[in-house]
């Protein structure tokens, strides 16, 4: 049986990753069939299921189904489990083996493309979903002092924080304290909120400093008002999430086909396609 590939979401429709995939497979010689499937949270499970028994061997998992991706893993990788989130589904014969590249992904856009120095950086992390949670761990693991965490449901910030287990470094913090936070080095937006959510009329410019970096974990549209927002507060950096969004798909293919791809001309060709996005400064 060949081998598929697959990312599931809802909605899936739009995501760059089979394209992406595509341009990794042609990079490397490797014939690499990989579509996107749109599958509700509650048919999650047995649209796995399916995908394995017809030769299903990897799969990406986008939101808003990654902690639900966590609990159907058979065993996980420590980044995975600190995360309590999934993107990257492994088929280990009978099982799935779950990782997570969110997070290394984004620290190797943010380094390596961006040149930004991440250590000690005061950091303040929006959102306390799966995204949240997915680039956490690698954000303590690059060297930035604190982290504070806010979330809009103030549970979920306590729960991500106490998953985080070092209550040294990191405060979760109500979306209503952001004004006396003081200022923070680097932002990270890592909220659904998108364009009609009303999230950056909540953040005082008093968050931002001389060398701050603001970073949108998503792109496109869901990214403008935040990153419209973080120009207008004069943030130094301004950074959405495109560049992660290839770096973590870099990371899933060398997983599953033992060969990592070059990320900076697929990189170069999605940013020129849409000429509406925002790159760093
Ligand atoms: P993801 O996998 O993208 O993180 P998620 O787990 O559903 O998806 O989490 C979405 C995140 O965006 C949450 O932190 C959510 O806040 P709540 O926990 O309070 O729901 C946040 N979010 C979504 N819409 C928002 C909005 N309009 N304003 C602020 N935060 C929002």
């Known amino acids: 049986m060949s081998k598929h590939y697959a990312v599931f979401g809802h909605p899936v429709a739009h995501s760059l990753s089979p394209r992406i995939h595509a341009a990794f497979g042609r990079q490397t010689g490797i014939a690499v069939d990989y579509r996107a499937v749109d599958v509700e949270p509650g048919h999650f499970a047995q ?8 030769g299903g061997a990897g799969a990406n998992v986008t939101l808003p189904l990654k902690l639900i991706a966590f609990e159907l893993c058979d065993d ?4 995975a489990r600190r995360a309590g989130a999934v993107n990257t589904l492994i088929r280990n014969g009978d099982a799935w083996h779950g ?10 856009d943010l380094t390596a493309r961006h040149g930004l120095d991440l250590r000690a950086r005061r950091t303040l992390l929006l959102g306390a979903g799966g995204a949240a949670r997915g680039v956490a761990p690698a954000l303590l693991d690059a060297g930035i002092s604190e982290l504070y965490v806010v979330n809009r449901t103030a549970a979920r910030a306590d729960a991500l924080a106490d998953a985080l287990g070092e209550p040294g470094r990191v ?3 109500y979306l209503d304290d952001l004004r006396a936070l003081g200022e923070f080095d680097l932002i990270v937006n890592a909220t659904s909120a998108g ?8 953040l005082p410019h008093s968050l931002v400093g001389r060398r701050t970096a603001a970073v949108d974990l998503n792109y496109g549209e869901a990214a403008i008002p935040f990153l419209a927002w973080a120009r207008a507060a004069g943030c130094h950096d301004v950074v959405d999430g495109l560049g992660m969004l290839v770096e973590q798909a870099a990371e899933s293919f060398a997983r599953w086909h033992g060969v990592r791809p070059d990320t900076d001309a ?16």
């Open 47 to 54: 649209a796995l299921a399916d995908f394995a028994a017809h």
């Open 76 to 79: 996980v990788t420590e980044r």
């Open 99 to 108: 990782d997570n590249t969110d997070g290394v992904g984004l620290v190797r």
């Open 171 to 173: 405060h979760p913090r």
């Open 195 to 202: 364009r009609e959510g009303g999230l950056a009329a909540a």
């Open 266 to 281: 697929v990189y170069a060709e999605l940013r020129e396609r849409d000429a509406v996005l925002v790159t760093a400064d």
